[in-house]
């Protein structure tokens, strides 16, 4: 069963570095068929993909964040890690990870972490 | 970047309809397009990939079409649960979602 769950903050301040974990489970991150992403969706709106890591740790990224963002992963934990540096009250928003095919469509998604930009 | 633009950004219906939902994409993307089914609080939820490909235990009213630069989500007879948010995402060159569409209920 293939299961993917965030964690992190849930409040963070402006300025700060937001540092978020996805814990997967049911597949092996070094399959070379599937990647990890992240998405975002800001209360109301649409989605926005920020990331996502390969197998073999080829990395893209959102290019309008692209110099706020770090993807990375730690195979022996099963884990994704994401930052984002710099965090705005714009930043506001329901992070997901989600698992995708062959760098295509997301199979498999968490259940998200809402995460708040406050001072 | 490519761009998604979907169309309508809400649509009002009833239990019986047939709709549809388009997607537009900026530039051809061949047949690289994924919809995702979204209720308040959850997760997206994969319905169709490569355009066309319904996903294993996807109810068969829906389906998917398009090819280049033009894509539709048909559901051919709406119930209840089917009232959500819609998003047409493309995979062609990195990732883009469209805006999304709010299916309501009439």
């Known amino acids: 069963q293939v299961t993917l769950k965030e964690s992190g903050p849930v409040l963070v301040k402006p300025t700060e570095t937001l540092t978020l974990t996805c814990a997967v489970s049911?597949?092996?991150?070094?399959?070379?068929?599937?990647?990890v992403g992240w998405i975002r969706q800001p209360p109301g709106k649409a989605l926005e993909w920020l990331a996502h890591?390969?197998?073999?740790?080829?990395?893209a990224y959102n290019r309008s964040l692209r110099s706020r963002l770090t993807v990375s992963e730690d195979t022996s934990k099963s884990q994704v890690v994401l930052t984002l540096t710099n965090m705005d009250p714009a930043d506001t928003a329901t992070y997901y990870c989600a698992r995708t095919r062959g760098s295509g469509w997301f199979d498999y998604w968490g259940q998200g972490i809402l995460v708040t930009v406050s001072s | 970047d490519i761009q998604m633009t979907q169309s309508p950004s809400t649509l009002s219906a009833s239990v019986g309809d047939r709709v549809t939902i388009t997607c537009r994409a900026s530039q051809s993307i061949s047949a690289w397009v994924a919809w995702y089914q979204q209720k308040p609080g959850t997760a997206p939820k994969l319905l169709v990939y490569?355009?066309?490909v319904v996903e294993r235990g996807v109810p068969s009213r829906f389906s998917g079409s398009g090819f280049g630069t033009e894509f539709t989500l048909t559901i051919s007879s709406l119930q209840p649960d089917d009232f959500a948010t819609y998003y047409c995402?493309?995979?062609?060159?990195?990732?883009?979602f469209g805006q999304g569409t709010k299916l309501e209920i009439k």
């Open positions: 049911g597949f092996p991150l070094s399959d070379a068929k599937m990647a």
């Open positions: 490569k355009a066309s």
């Open positions: 890591i390969l197998s073999n740790d080829e990395k």
């Open positions: 995402q493309q995979y062609s060159n990195l990732y883009t």
